[in-house]
């Protein structure tokens, strides 16, 4: 082989490396949000990012308020656990919740996080806080940066 050859090869693999290198990582989920319902305009599908990013129905990326990224950051710990440094506090979804409807329901959320994945309605008895909070800042999301109705 040629030189010259051996050079231009080495020349085209550092080039190669280099533009691989330059394509940066995709921001870290926080959680995403399944709802579904029988109202028009329930069907939602939220990736909440950690980089203060909301991605609705698949469309792009929606810049969302430091407020929300605060509340979507502390509802993700209520998910998946907090570690305080003295002893680690298990998640909603490492315990898997799935709570049933109550008799009258119109959403269901599916969210699903790093620690597992939880269901519940708006009507679920015996939710905890962090489902309602959930609920809210869907619906915040959905009808803010994402743009929808409902």
């Known amino acids: ?3 010259r050859v051996l050079v231009a090869g080495v020349g085209l693999t550092v080039g190669v490396a280099a533009l ?10 926080l959680f995403v949000v399944d709802r579904t319902g029988s109202i028009p305009g329930a069907e939602l599908r939220l990736r909440v990012t950690d980089d203060g990013g909301a991605y609705c129905n698949g469309g792009p990326r929606r810049e969302i308020s430091s407020a929300q990224l605060i509340e979507a950051r502390t509802l993700r710990r209520a998910l ?3 570690d305080d440094g003295d002893e680690r506090t298990p998640g909603l979804a490492e315990r898997a919740l799935d709570l049933p409807p109550g008799r009258v329901s119109t959403l269901r ?9 939880v269901a519940f309605s708006d009507t679920s008895p015996r939710q905890p806080q962090a489902f ?3 609920a ?3 619906r915040d999301l959905a009808k803010g940066p ?3 109705p409902r």
């Open 1 to 3: 082989m040629s030189r």
């Open 20 to 29: 691989a290198g330059c394509s940066s990582p995709a921001p870290a989920d």
């Open 80 to 82: 998946d656990g907090d």
């Open 109 to 117: 959320y599916r969210v699903r996080s790093e620690g597992g994945v």
């Open 132 to 134: 309602y909070r959930l």
């Open 136 to 138: 809210k800042l869907t």
């Open 146 to 148: 994402c743009g929808l």
